[in-house]
């Protein structure tokens, strides 16, 4: 599997409904990290692999069950 863009980082987050601020707690990432890789300023190779399968996987099976 490809690395995500920010841009589809971004569209993926949206369409499964979350703000940056959930995504970033529930994906694990500091909201400030998932701004800056959304705006492309930031491409930290590690956070976008593991974005790009938790992603994949909500993709798959949808979003978590809200708390």
Do not use: C, D, F, K
Not at 11 to 36: D, F, H, I, K, M
Not at 38 to 44: H, K, N, V
Request: charge should be positive; charged fraction near 15%; hydrophobic fraction near 35%.
């Amino acid at each position: 599997m490809s690395t995500l863009t920010g841009p589809e980082i971004q569209a993926a987050r949206q369409a499964l409904g979350l703000s940056q601020s959930q995504a970033a707690s529930l994906w694990g990432v500091n909201v400030e990290t998932l701004r800056q890789i959304e705006r492309e300023r930031s491409r930290p190779e590690t956070t976008l692999g593991l974005l790009s399968t938790v992603i994949a996987y909500h993709r798959a099976y949808g979003p978590p069950p809200a708390p």
